[in-house]
């Protein structure tokens, strides 16, 4: 069986690149041994970032289009499709995470969601992992995501905002979806650097107690609520 080539596609955009920093800065402390390359999508802002490409998708052009523009970019097989504002809080298990790549190689799955939330609910099982029954609500999920780039750029276009992809697409019912079953054997630890939206519109942002520990911790300045 061939393995999968993956690479780490952090989504975001220019009005969030003060999370850059501290959300590359925290993977590179819980992820030493990271075997993949990694890029973080942008629209028209650069940055001399540590071992990251930027992906410059131009204008804004909303988030999905943004993604499918990326994804049509990158030359791997798979991504690890993961938000700016998750920051890892504990060790990722680099055996765990080339353990799901080959799940999704030899499942010949769409994607494999890492944070089992909710619990799949499928009949199916793969050791660790477990079916999804078609339209199970929140299928998707982008904290993170192991997903064929072809299937994310697919699935991603026609959705304005990553809340809306992960609430509102069911996904391509000719393959099957998958997730970690259970909580205790996801490779992955996070904590969001959540943004929240006030009750009177607009956009502001939250950022975790714990999240501005390790931030602090790596020596890079969590960025001040906006």
Partial sequence: MARLSVRVLILSSDRYSDLWRPCLSLMDRHWKD?????????????????????????????????VALACNIVA?????????DYFAVRAWSTAGLMD????????????????????PAGVMRSGIYRSHDPGQS??????PLLVRTGYLAEH????????????GCGGDERVEHWSVENGGDTPLHITGAARTVPAGGGRSRRIEPEAI????????????PV
């Fill in 76 to 84: 791997e097989d798979a991504v690890l499709a993961v938000c700016e």
């Fill in 34 to 66: 990271r075997p993949w390359p990694r890029s973080i999508l942008s629209g028209l802002r650069s940055a001399d970032l540590q071992d990251c490409e930027v992906i410059q998708t131009g204008r804004d052009r909303g988030w999905g289009l943004s």
């Fill in 213 to 224: 520990k390790l931030c602090e911790e790596a020596g890079v300045r969590c960025p001040d």
């Fill in 156 to 167: 991603a276009v026609s959705w304005p905002t990553p809340w809306l992809f992960e609430n």
């Fill in 138 to 143: 929140y299928r998707f999920s982008l904290m």
């Fill in 100 to 119: 799901a790549a080959d799940f999704l190689s030899r499942s010949g799955a769409g994607y494999l969601r890492l944070v089992p939330t909710p619990v």
